[in-house]
């Protein structure tokens, strides 16, 4: 398939977030490509149907990617998300030794969706914040303006 454009990626990573959202998780997806632009793992949110405080889609694909792949490996992969991983998500990212993120929407505009949901206490705080205290050089890319309206869409009327 070969390399194929950021929105391309995310566009897949927002029809994995419908699929938990109806799978009656809350609507966040991700992939893992590699480093010639191929899928290889695919990733939706779990926390409500597997009752798992870190089963957002990020943590858990980066848990299964970091048994199955070396750090080296991982290193030169790309984790595309349909929104900006939160500190735990960063966190996992991080020791995964996944060398770049690309998201969709930002933290703060999840927070406007998510309000003071308290499935979601989103935090205000930027992905590039994190990883700023750490010692990888992660490249962080995102927001992507192109679908952040539509990964946006996927949470309409989901935390009223």
Sequence with gaps: MGYQSHAYYLRRAIEISKQARENGNTPFGAILVDKDGEII??????????????GHAETTLAQRASSKYSKKFLWD??????????????????????????????????????????QNPTFDLPCRQVFSKGQ?????????????VEAAKVHEGYWE
């Design 41 to 54: 793992m695919e990733q939706e949110n779990i926390e409500i149907t597997e009752k798992i405080c870190t």
């Design 77 to 118: 992969c790309t984790l595309y998300t349909t929104a900006e991983p939160c500190a735990m998500c960063a966190g996992a990212i991080y020791w995964a030794n996944i060398g770049r993120v690309v998201y969709g929407m930002t933290e703060k505009r999840l927070l406007e969706l998510t309000g003071s949901n308290e």
């Design 136 to 148: 990888k050089n992660i490249e962080i890319v995102g927001p992507i303006e192109e679908v952040e």
